[in-house]
């Protein structure tokens, strides 16, 4: 009889900012039903960079977000190029990711908390949920 033991494989990767990967791409079975879900919601229609900043955000790239930032995130990166984790420890974030809307926009959200988010060719490529509306201060 043969004796089995148990390995442990180490990645040479250091883990991600927060210590945990925050992917939000949708699984294959759920996509019919956000999409139908979004169509209901007040649409903000992304430029290419928008584009490319839901892709980074979506596959972890700037974990620990959730999401485009808070005011509260938006103003520690900016004045510390760092943010707060709720545990009490920080993470670089030095350069803040936020989704600029004009005020027609704003209009069209107005109390609404969720959003869908469209792609430059119209298409619905995600939605934000309990968005926070706030102006960027210079």
Same mark, same amino acid.
């Given at each position: 009889?043969?004796?089995?033991? @148990?390995?442990?494989? &180490?990645?040479?990767?250091?883990?991600?900012?927060?210590?945990? /990967?925050?992917? %939000?791409?949708?699984?294959?079975?759920?996509?019919?039903?956000?999409?139908?879900?979004?169509?209901?919601?007040? &649409?903000?229609? /992304?430029? @290419?960079?928008? /584009?490319?900043?839901?892709?980074?955000?979506?596959?972890?790239?700037?974990?620990? !977000?959730?999401?485009?930032?808070?005011?509260?995130?938006? %103003?520690?990166?900016?004045?510390? =190029?760092?943010?707060?984790? &709720? =545990?009490?420890?920080?993470?670089?974030?030095?350069? *803040?990711?936020? !989704?600029?809307?004009?005020?027609?926009? @704003?209009?069209?959200?107005?109390?609404?908390? =969720?959003?869908?988010?469209?792609? *430059?060719?119209?298409?619905?490529?995600?939605? /934000?949920?309990?968005?926070?509306?706030? =102006? !960027?201060?210079?």
């Amino acid at each position: 009889m043969q004796s089995v033991s @148990k390995m442990t494989i &180490k990645s040479s990767l250091i883990d991600p900012d927060g210590g945990e /990967l925050v992917e %939000l791409i949708v699984p294959e079975s759920e996509i019919g039903a956000k999409r139908a879900e979004s169509e209901t919601m007040p &649409k903000v229609k /992304l430029t @290419k960079i928008d /584009l490319e900043w839901v892709h980074v955000i979506s596959e972890g790239w700037a974990s620990p !977000l959730k999401g485009f930032m808070t005011e509260d995130e938006y %103003l520690q990166s900016l004045h510390f =190029n760092s943010l707060r984790l &709720k =545990n009490g420890t920080f993470v670089n974030m030095s350069l *803040p990711i936020v !989704l600029a809307i004009d005020e027609e926009t @704003k209009e069209q959200i107005g109390s609404s908390k =969720n959003v869908a988010l469209v792609s *430059p060719q119209g298409d619905i490529i995600g939605s /934000l949920r309990s968005v926070e509306i706030y =102006n !960027l201060e210079n």
